[in-house]
Structures are given as structure tokens and as C-alpha cells.
């Protein structure tokens, strides 16, 4: 990928997907409402499913709010605006060697990447991350015009460019 431009780079979550999944998941909702409920364990599938799917809407629709999903990516690293967890930024420096990559699962491809050593507290989320796909941290939706593997090679290309900089820095 060719080196990255200076300015800030500003992505847009996918809001058509986004939509989809908000729908769907409140279509689940209906769906777990309309079971029967003769027996206790019944109930629990039922009222559990619906209260489950309803999480999930609600965590999708977060991401549908002006200003709450987004990516910019500028020379010293990305701020994340996440529906969910709200604004954080991602310093390149904090970045493992091993830089940006995609993990798939069933189907589903998503950006993760690893924190050098010491550079973020490690909770268990983080462990049971890293665990499972190999990385501390990801992307929480796709970005508009951009697969996976796309995200992947540009973050990396910003990050080569970081490194490049702070080697030169280094040296000087």
C-alpha cells in the first residue's frame, strides 16, 4: 500500500449494516416475544431471548447516533468513536510489532491488533481476547468503502510510516 497521506483520515462506520443488524436483532426480539410460554423453562427462553436480543439491538443502534462511530487516523495514531465504549485514542506506539490483521470466524471478518508489553492494562476481556483471535483489541464495525483486509493494510501502512518517523527520530 503507498504511504499514507499527513493529514488526518476520517472513516465512517457502514451505517447500511449497521441498520441491518439493529433491525434484525430487534426482529429477533419480536420473534422471542411470540414463543409460548407454558412451562417455567419456556418462559425463560422466551423473556431471556427477548431481553438478550434487545442488548444487542440497543448496542448495534448506539452506533447510529451522529458522531458516535467513526475512525480517524492521523500520524501519531487513531481515535476510535465507538457506539459502545465511547471515544478512545490508539497511540502507534502502543502498537505490538506484529501491527494490524484480520481474524475471521465464521464468515465474519474483523481488524484486531496486539499492545506492546505494558503499554495497556490487561483485563480479562483483554486476556479472553487475546485468547481467541490472537489480539488485545479490534475494530468494532466495518468502515464504509472498506473490507477487513483493506482496514488492515491501511492502518498498517499509517503504522510503517509511525515507525519509519520515530526511527529517523531515533537517530537524529
Not at 441491518?20 to 426480539?29: E, I, K, P, Q, R
Not at 425463560?44 to 487516523?73: D, Q, T, V
Not at 502507534?92 to 510489532?97: L, V
Amino acid at each position: 500500500m503507498a504511504a499514507p497521506e499527513t493529514s488526518p483520515k476520517l472513516l465512517k462506520a457502514n451505517r447500511t449494516r449497521i441498520l441491518l443488524l439493529t433491525l434484525g436483532s430487534f426482529a429477533f426480539v419480536v420473534g422471542s416475544l411470540l414463543l409460548p410460554d407454558a412451562t417455567p423453562a419456556e418462559q425463560l427462553l422466551k423473556y431471556g431471548g427477548a431481553a438478550f436480543f434487545l442488548l444487542c439491538g440497543a448496542a448495534a443502534a448506539s452506533h447510529l447516533l451522529p458522531g458516535r462511530s467513526g475512525l480517524s487516523i492521523d500520524a501519531e495514531g487513531m481515535e476510535l468513536s465507538d457506539g459502545f465504549k465511547g471515544r478512545r485514542r490508539i497511540a502507534f506506539a502502543d502498537i505490538a510489532e506484529k501491527g494490524f490483521f484480520v481474524y475471521s470466524m465464521k464468515g465474519a471478518s474483523m481488524v484486531i491488533w496486539a499492545y506492546r508489553e505494558g503499554a495497556q492494562p490487561q483485563s480479562l476481556w483483554r486476556r479472553a481476547n487475546k485468547a481467541l483471535s490472537g489480539g488485545d483489541d479490534y475494530l468494532p464495525v466495518n468502515y464504509e468503502g472498506h473490507s477487513a483486509k483493506e482496514m488492515a493494510e491501511l492502518l498498517n501502512a499509517h503504522l510503517a510510516a509511525w515507525r519509519r518517523k520515530a526511527a529517523a527520530q531515533e537517530t537524529a
